[in-house]
């Protein structure tokens, strides 16, 4: 699995699926299907791993127009926000859902995309969503006095709504 994710906003882009063994034209097949639909980023952050330094990964970002930054060497803290939603991705909802095959599992993960982003708040962005401080408008408060669940992610999260 690939993620990609908007450091300033704290958004998630996108994630890489791969059933098989992962090469170099694996990686830019996750990393392609991760930015469909989105505008390309100018620059990209990647650590050191071999999969990273193939010749079909440079001819890649070259043809996108992506300036590839390099993270400190064998310094996973140069990532911390990576490091953190990979966590929380595993934590709050790998561990807790199955998943039966590659496509299940990159539909799960568009879910669990759409709810990050949108709906779910952040400590670190003052309560906010990745989407709100990417410019989206914020939701409607919900009246304590009429309110019902919404349930994401197949009922494995729930917030309240205006009834």
């Not at 064998?74 to 990576?82: G, K, V």
């Not at 914020?138 to 729930?158: D, E, M, R, T, V």
Request: charged share 25%.
């Amino acid at each position: 699995m690939l993620v990609v994710m908007d450091v300033f906003s704290r958004r998630i882009i996108g994630f890489g699926v791969a059933r098989e063994h992962i090469d170099g034209v694996t990686v830019c097949r996750m990393f392609n299907d991760a930015i469909a639909c989105q505008p390309r980023p100018k620059h990209l952050s990647t650590d050191h791993a071999p999969l990273f330094r193939v010749h079909r990964w440079f001819a890649n970002l070259r043809i996108l127009e992506i300036e590839e930054i390099k993270s400190v060497p064998y310094a996973p803290t140069s990532h911390p926000f990576i490091e953190r939603l990979i966590g929380t991705v595993r934590r709050e909802y790998l561990d807790r859902v199955f998943f039966w095959n590659s496509v299940d599992l990159t539909r799960k993960l568009k879910a669990f995309r759409d709810y990050y982003n949108e709906i779910r708040t952040h400590r670190s962005l003052d309560g906010t969503t990745p989407a709100q401080c990417a410019g989206a408008e914020p939701a409607a408060p919900a009246k304590l006095s009429s309110y019902a669940s919404l349930q994401h992610c197949q009922g494995l999260f729930q917030t309240p709504m205006a009834a």
